[in-house]
């Protein structure tokens, strides 16, 4: 079992910026691939982001790419999500995911394991 917080969200002024966190602890003996997610209200949750576990292959969703950037720590339990250049669309709960394989995937059910959310809220 991997157990996932995510942390970081606030509130930013549109052309702003945040990091997101995500922490794994638990089975982390496990090599595992993790994503980024957000979900708005009234709207089914999307991908944003995942990175492998050697940290050397990214995938981005056409909406973020080019404005945000996912990284793994030196510490591999640790993931981040770089947002630069929020707009108000941005604005939704974000949430970390983690799958029991080191491959990355863009795809919401091959994660096992997700954080409880982070919001990130951005005013125009």
């Known amino acids: 079992q991997v157990h996932l917080v995510d942390s970081g969200g606030g509130l930013v002024q549109a052309g702003g910026s945040l990091r997101l966190s995500c922490a794994a602890s638990?089975?982390?003996?496990?090599?595992?691939?993790n994503g980024w997610f957000r979900q708005a209200p009234g709207k089914e949750r999307e991908f944003l982001a995942a990175?492998?576990?050697?940290?050397?292959?990214?995938y981005y969703a056409d909406s973020v790419k080019g404005r945000f950037t996912i990284s793994r720590g030196n510490a591999k339990n640790m993931v981040y999500l770089q947002m630069n250049n929020l707009k108000p669309e941005d604005t939704a709960l974000y949430y970390c995911?983690?799958?029991?394989?080191?491959?990355?995937?863009?795809?919401?059910?091959?994660?096992?394991?997700w954080g409880q959310g982070t919001q990130v809220t951005v005013s125009s």
């Open positions: 638990g089975h982390t003996d496990i090599t595992y691939a």
């Open positions: 990175i492998n576990w050697g940290g050397d292959t990214t």
């Open positions: 995911a983690a799958r029991g394989v080191g491959i990355a995937s863009i795809k919401e059910d091959q994660y096992d394991y």
